[in-house]
């Protein structure tokens, strides 16, 4: 079956780079996305793409996807203290409706 | 534009007692989601709806029911609420295609006691 997998926790100075890891196991997915979850809030969609991609840039967000690994990073440059929340990875197929498997999200800490 | 709003936002119930969480959204989005989130398990999703009309079962619907008679509005509920349904719950809505990804409600927490 499907699984998403992430590290629990990241730590990193303001400033500096966050990269944040994610495994699946699918090899037939089609997305793969980004959620950021701040404190008392619902998950925010920050960037997608498709498993025909390498990489992706959006301003301070990087994507990069490996499918022979299937493994999906997310690096944030110049991390700011705002950047702290969950972030969780996704993936799913094309066609219809197709489930969407989640990560248990990794909980990103910005140090001042 | 108000996107996916949850009522209520937080709720107390007592074992037994039965309620229903309200999920609205105004982009016209075909399909809609009610996720539960729990410390250390992720989103697990509870049931789905892929139009007016029509609702299908994911993969924790034991205990809940859900109705969506209009297609803005996805309703989940508790008919005998246990402790084991205290949660955070996830309403979501997306367009046929998944190429947008999800917009997520901002929740509402479940206290059974």
């Known amino acids: 079956g499907e699984d998403v997998e992430q590290s629990l926790f990241l730590s990193v100075r303001e400033g500096d780079s966050s990269v944040i890891n994610c495994t699946y196991t699918?090899?037939?997915?089609?997305?793969l996305y980004w959620y950021k979850q701040e404190p008392g809030a619902g998950l925010q969609l920050l960037t997608y793409i498709f498993s025909n991609m390498d990489m992706k840039q959006d301003q301070r967000l990087t994507v990069l996807l490996n499918k022979k690994d299937k493994h999906l990073s997310l690096r944030i440059a110049d991390t700011q203290t705002g950047d702290s929340a969950i972030y969780f990875c996704?993936?799913?197929?094309?066609?219809?409706?197709?489930?969407?498997?989640f990560g248990t999200g990794t909980k990103l800490q910005v140090i001042p | 534009n108000a996107g996916v709003t949850q009522t209520p936002k937080f709720r107390v119930l007592k074992t037994g007692q039965s309620m229903t969480l309200l999920c609205a959204q105004d982009?016209?989005?075909?399909?809609m989601y009610w996720y539960r989130q729990d410390p250390g398990m992720g989103l697990r999703l509870i049931h789905y709806?892929?139009?007016?009309?029509?609702?299908a079962k994911g993969e924790v619907p034991d205990g809940y029911n859900v109705s969506r008679l209009k297609k803005q509005n996805f309703l989940l509920g508790l008919e005998s609420a246990a402790p084991s349904q205290t949660s955070v719950y996830f309403c979501?809505?997306?367009?046929?295609?998944?190429?947008?990804?999800?917009?997520f409600g901002s929740g509402t927490r479940l206290t059974v006691v």
């Open positions: 996704a993936e799913t197929k094309s066609g219809g409706y197709q489930k969407v498997t």
């Open positions: 982009m016209n989005h075909e399909y």
């Open positions: 979501a809505s997306s367009l046929r295609g998944l190429y947008y990804g999800y917009t």
């Open positions: 699918d090899s037939s997915s089609t997305y």
């Open positions: 709806s892929v139009g007016e009309g029509t609702t």
